[in-house]
């Protein structure tokens, strides 16, 4: 592997762009945790709307629940990374019998009663249905699409604890495809089901597909769709936590976040450090918000660490490459990432892009200060030494790591 090193793109940007633009992703990661904000609010959305079949949820249970279960994430994280992992595996068989369950109740329903399916897809592509979409309708759409498929590249973040190297490029591929057949799969049995007006209204899709077509057993499937969420939160908490952990390491965030407890030699701190933030987020904002917030600063980052490929090829021309990505794809993926990322502020601008535009700004300004300047806040060591006895914690190289 070319550079093996935990982080993903934090560590590839940094290596191409240098520490400054890299220190922005644990930046906005700790800041504006919108993706895991995200996550943990469908959470909450599925495990109470059940509860209230005519109407909406109450959105302070739905927060609640979702509060609940991100702390319950953590948890896991923090007394074991084995844990963490087979909790993952275990869910990642209950999302693939999810999703066999929603095709097979499509094709059946579809069988059954084939008018919704032919009048959707016989109209889906037609004039009347595209002719009002225009590029800030497309950029909102891909907004909400790079959330569903936030994860791709989780493998990457825990690079160094990875045995075989090539594992970390093999399993990516197989997951961008399994992942992208999934989604689209998905999405057409809930067109076999569902119109497009019933999807478009519904802040619960699964559910509405679930109470057409059973009735009063719809409850089955928000439970799926529960368990689902539950593991893209505690991947997405592996991922967010170890590159605050990473950058911790290389100095952008107090060592305090890149320490191991002693006897777990789980990042502790630094998944306390990821959850406080999500919780607030949880509080003060919306599903709504979040997305389009996420997918601004998502699509910001994808341009960079898609150029990072370009940018090392020139800057280490002799960095060792076990594989080759043909020059084509990272030119395609700077562009059209670059491309979302300017399309909402030229069409559609929101406040929200400025708001992020001005975190990213206020980034630079902290690295400069504590970063580069290295400017030390008072008492910082007394409270370091004082946290690592309260939490039991060690630097990565003290004898009392075992790992």
């Not at 497009?196 to 059973?214: D, I």
């Not at 601004?296 to 960095?319: E, G, Q, Y």
Request: proline share 5%; glycine share 4%; with cysteine.
């Amino acid at each position: 592997m070319s550079i093996p090193e935990s982080g993903s793109d934090y560590t590839y940007i940094r290596k191409a762009f240098g520490p400054a633009l890299a220190f922005l992703l644990p930046w906005m990661n700790v800041f504006l945790p919108t993706s895991d904000s995200l996550t943990a609010l469908a959470f909450g959305q599925y495990a109470v709307q059940p509860f209230f079949p005519n109407s909406a949820a109450p959105k302070t249970a739905i927060k609640l629940i979702a509060t609940c279960m991100l702390l319950l994430v953590a948890v896991i994280n923090a007394v074991s990374v084995k844990w963490a992992v087979r909790v993952q595996s275990v869910i990642t068989s209950a999302k693939f019998l999810t999703i066999a369950f929603v095709v097979a109740g499509g094709v059946y329903f579809c069988i059954h009663d084939p008018s919704v399916a032919e009048t959707t897809f016989a109209n889906l592509f037609s004039w009347k249905q595209i002719g009002g979409i225009h590029f800030s309708t497309i950029s909102n759409a891909v907004y909400q699409v790079m959330w569903t498929y936030q994860g791709w590249n989780a493998l990457c973040y825990v690079t160094e604890e990875v045995d075989h190297p090539r594992t970390v490029a093999v399993a990516s591929v197989i997951a961008v495809v399994v992942v992208a057949i999934s989604f689209i799969t998905i999405n057409i049995s809930y067109l076999l089901v569902l119109t497009p007006l019933e999807m478009s209204s519904s802040q619960t899709v699964a559910l509405t597909f679930a109470n057409k077509l059973l009735g009063n057993g719809a409850w089955a499937v928000s439970v799926m769709v529960c368990i689902v969420t539950f593991g893209s939160y505690n991947c997405s908490v592996m991922m967010s936590a170890r590159t605050l952990f990473v950058a911790a390491r290389n100095g952008h965030i107090p060592q305090i976040f890149g320490m191991l407890h002693i006897h777990r030699t789980t990042p502790l701190t630094a998944l306390i450090l990821n959850a406080l933030p999500t919780v607030v987020l949880v509080w003060i904002g919306d599903i709504e918000t979040l997305l389009s917030t996420f997918g601004f600063v998502s699509w910001t980052f994808a341009t960079f660490s898609s150029a990072s490929v370009l940018v090392l090829r020139i800057k280490l021309p002799d960095l060792p490459r076990p594989y080759k990505v043909p020059t084509i794809i990272p030119i395609f993926m700077t562009a059209i990432s670059f491309f979302f990322v300017v399309l909402p502020l030229i069409g559609n601008l929101h406040f929200l892009y400025l708001y992020a535009v001005g975190f990213f700004a206020a980034g630079f300004v902290v690295y400069f200060i504590f970063v580069r300047r290295k400017a030390r806040l008072p008492g910082i060591d007394p409270t370091t030494s004082c946290l690592q006895k309260l939490f039991a914690i060690a630097p990565e190289d003290s004898d009392h790591n075992d790992s």
